[in-house]
T-cell receptor, first 113, second 113 residues
């Protein structure tokens, strides 16, 4: 069964601090994504990657960096966390063929105080 | 700019009724439309999907009706069950690789026993 594992599942961070959210997939998928979910906005794409050592900007990349050190791992980095980045973050993976199912992790609830 | 819109924001139906969730989109290049179901504390999970070459897709109690000319689609949930209570997201993607999904803001469905 396809699996996407996120860590931590929840985190409280201080404004101005650095936060790293991690994602690991065992699906042998090339594509990985980071989405953020806010009430009333659905899911919005932050960064994505289609190959190791390469990342692309999504629709709302400002304030975020991403790292794809291997096919299995994809991290989201908040260098200077801000209150507005309080949200639930989802990692996802999928195969190369268009229309292939996208599998999501269980999410990381980030609270910036 | 919201490229995928959903209505209503919330919907309450009685057990056994048919729930109808609506979705519209702006980008004519979108050709793949998955619906995702999300329970509290979980990530979205694929429920059913349709390609733009089709106008209807059925899977058990779940049916998608698609109107390409009007850029509209709807998800019908027949014989609604309390276990169907969840948030439903309409999403869309187009050709060109990357398999990026653009999500609507979601519809919260409540099924009353």
């Amino acid at each position: 069964e396809a699996a996407v594992t996120q860590s931590p599942r929840s985190k409280v961070a201080v404004t101005g601090g650095k936060v790293t959210l991690s994602c690991h997939q065992t699906n042998n998928h090339d594509y990985m994504y980071w989405y953020r979910q806010d009430t009333g906005h659905g899911l919005r794409l932050i960064h994505y990657s289609y190959v190791a050592d390469s990342t692309e900007k999504g629709d709302i990349p400002d304030g975020y960096k991403a790292s794809r050190p291997s096919q299995e791992n994809f991290s989201l980095i908040l260098e200077l966390a801000s209150l507005s980045q309080t949200a639930v973050y989802f990692c996802a993976s999928t195969g190369e063929i268009q229309g292939t199912e996208v599998f999501f992790g269980k999410g990381t609830r980030l609270t910036v105080v | 700019q919201q490229q995928v819109r959903q209505s209503p924001q919330s919907l309450t139906v009685w057990e056994g009724e048919t729930a109808i969730l609506n979705c519209s989109y702006e980008n004519s290049a979108f050709d793949y439309f998955p619906w995702y179901q999300q329970f509290p504390g979980e990530g979205p999970a694929l429920l059913i999907s349709i390609l733009s070459v089709s106008n209807k897709k059925e899977d058990g109690r779940f049916t998608i009706f698609f109107n390409k000319r009007e850029k509209k689609l709807s998800l019908h949930i027949a014989d609604s069950q309390p276990g169907d209570s969840a948030t439903y997201f309409c999403a869309a993607s187009g050709p060109g690789g990357n398999n990026k999904l653009t999500f609507g803001q979601g519809t919260v469905l409540s099924v009353i026993p």
